[in-house]
């Protein structure tokens, strides 16, 4: 498939991001989409996922897939960083009429010291990953068909 999209990987836990990129490269290419049209973009953190991607869809890309784990690291903060990233992602999304999934995660409970929770996030990110390439497919596939009714209506009038 032609259509390019673009995965923007936080660079915080980059174990576990890197578990939801794989994935979600992995699935897409298995769902039809060409490998040399799916670009990683890492950006620093969360934060600057919504900038990224609005660019990128503005710029070229048909869709875009934000990948970050926002924790909880023993200052009140994930709660209103996952929040403004989604809004970002939202908002990009509507601007640009394209679709930008969010694979943006914020856990109640992380402990960056134990080897448990990162086995752990690693698997569920697999998962992660691979919802994200789903959603991305159908996003795409919704857009095409609401988008080539809005022709044809503009057509027909």
Same mark, same amino acid.
């Given at each position: 498939?032609?259509? $390019?999209?673009?995965?923007?990987?936080? =660079?915080? +836990?980059?174990?576990?991001?890197? =578990?939801?990129?794989? &994935?979600?490269?992995?699935?897409?290419? $298995?769902?039809?989409?060409?490998? %040399?049209?799916?670009?990683?973009?890492?950006?620093?953190?969360?934060?600057?996922?919504?900038?990224?991607?609005?660019?990128?869809?503005?710029?070229?890309?048909?869709?875009?897939?934000?990948?970050?784990?926002?924790?909880?690291?023993?200052?009140?903060? +994930? %709660?209103?960083?996952? +929040?403004?990233?989604?809004?970002?992602?939202?908002?990009? &999304?509507?601007?640009?009429?394209?679709?930008?999934?969010?694979?943006?995660?914020?856990?109640?409970?992380?402990?960056?010291?134990?080897?448990?929770?990162?086995?752990?996030?690693?698997? +569920?990110?697999?998962?992660?990953?691979? %919802?994200?390439?789903?959603?991305?497919?159908?996003?795409?596939?919704?857009?095409?068909?609401? &988008?080539?009714? &809005?022709?044809?209506?503009?057509?027909?009038?």
């Amino acid at each position: 498939m032609s259509k $390019k999209i673009a995965i923007l990987s936080a =660079s915080w +836990h980059t174990n576990i991001v890197n =578990s939801a990129e794989n &994935s979600a490269i992995e699935e897409l290419v $298995k769902l039809g989409y060409a490998r %040399e049209n799916i670009d990683v973009i890492k950006v620093p953190g969360a934060v600057e996922i919504p900038l990224a991607g609005k660019l990128a869809l503005e710029n070229g890309y048909d869709c875009a897939i934000g990948i970050a784990l926002v924790v909880d690291g023993q200052i009140y903060r +994930h %709660e209103f960083v996952g +929040h403004t990233v989604v809004q970002g992602i939202l908002d990009a &999304s509507l601007a640009t009429n394209k679709p930008f999934i969010s694979a943006v995660l914020t856990p109640q409970r992380y402990n960056e010291n134990s080897d448990l929770y990162e086995e752990m996030y690693i698997k +569920h990110f697999v998962v992660k990953g691979q %919802e994200a390439a789903k959603a991305a497919d159908q996003a795409i596939q919704v857009v095409e068909q609401l &988008s080539a009714g &809005s022709q044809a209506n503009k057509v027909a009038a």
